[in-house]
């Protein structure tokens, strides 16, 4: 197996957990501003896999109900901000090119399960999807993974949302295949991050609770050509493919300012 270029050496990624104990309390407070105030993640936050994100910048989300106890996990070829209060992921991502993609050629394990670097009472568990109704849903898909330790981890339930089923197998699918097809002929690296969006009193499975976004983004972004472009997809069955969204409509959607600012980006 050939190792993956990251385009500069990367420390040896570890399955350690930065505890973001200081945003907690903040992040479950409801901002009384028009719009929702930011709190910003401890200077270490993913200090064991800053590659993974844009020029070192890590997108902090807004402040709001459904946000809780925020960590941030690293894998080998993903990296999770993990909320233990909807226990799911609020973004994950990636950093693609042609060489990881080369290299994804990994059998499909299937083996899912509960990270236990989370807190039990902050982590989805297997139970919480049986007879749910809903599949679970990678938000860093199984078939980017570029090694057999890389596709191990991405069945980690931290690393998914609970997903109506034919939309996980159909359109969703076609978005993750067309996101690999684009990093495989991009010139360089294209980072790619994925999350779920709740709605006020969204609906919840299993024991635990695990929260049922409402819909879905995954977020490109080309950092040769500096292009950019969003999919945004409802969470149900009879939901299609939608034409892409442009960051900024992303952002304004989701609070979150996934890029660092300023920086050029252009419609796909």
């Not at 709740?198 to 929260?211: H, L, N, P």
């Not at 950019?228 to 952002?251: C, F, G, H, M, T």
């Amino acid at each position: 197996m050939n190792t993956v270029n990251f385009g500069h050496s990367l420390a040896r990624l570890t399955w350690r957990v930065t505890v973001a104990a200081a945003l907690a309390a903040a992040a479950a407070t409801v901002s009384a501003k028009p719009s929702p105030s930011v709190t910003p993640l401890p200077a270490r936050a993913f200090a064991d896999c800053p590659a993974f994100f844009v020029e070192g910048h890590v997108p902090t989300p807004a402040a709001a109900p459904h946000l809780g106890k925020l960590r941030a996990l690293c894998y080998e070829a993903f990296a999770v901000l993990h909320n233990g209060e909807s226990k799911t992921p609020v973004y994950v991502v990636q950093r693609l090119n042609r060489a990881a993609i080369d290299d994804a050629d990994e059998k499909r394990t299937n083996k899912f399960f509960a990270d236990a670097r989370l807190p039990r009472d902050e982590r989805a568990e297997l139970g919480d999807y049986k007879r749910s109704g809903y599949s679970r849903g990678h938000m860093a898909p199984a078939g980017d993974m570029p090694t057999a330790q890389a596709m191990a981890q991405s069945f980690s339930l931290a690393n998914m949302v609970p997903q109506a089923i034919k939309h996980n197998g159909g359109p969703w699918a076609k978005i993750e295949q067309d996101t690999r097809r684009y990093a495989q002929r991009a010139q360089g690296d294209v980072f790619v991050f994925t999350g779920p969006v709740f709605k006020a009193g969204s609906d919840t499975i299993g024991d635990g609770q695990v929260r049922v976004p409402s819909h879905l983004y995954k977020l490109v972004y080309d950092a040769t050509t500096h292009r950019s472009w969003a999919y945004w997809q409802a969470n149900d069955d009879a939901e299609r493919a939608s034409k892409p969204i442009s960051y900024e409509e992303l952002v304004q959607r989701t609070g979150i300012q996934f890029l660092p600012q300023p920086i050029r980006t252009s419609s796909r």
